[in-house]
């Protein structure tokens, strides 16, 4: 019952490195990816809302020109 952890002296600071730099990259792709979507559902719900304002207008003028 006397397990140790091993010591480790010199780490490999190149492949930290190269890890660093790849979750980096990742965590830039994935904010990219999501600004975007978020400008597109954006542009979306502002075009539905301009679509229903202009149908409700339209009925409004319709069942004031049927009085």
Known sequence: MNEKIPLIVSPNARELNRM???LERRVMIIGRDQRT???V???KARAF???G???ALGLIFLAM???
Do not use: P, Q
Request: net charge neutral; hydrophobic share 60%.
């Open 49 to 51: 809302f301009v679509i």
């Open 41 to 43: 559902l954006n542009f």
């Open 20 to 22: 660093v730099s790849d």
């Open 65 to 67: 020109g049927m009085r």
């Open 37 to 39: 979507f978020s400008g």
């Open 53 to 55: 304002f202009l149908l």
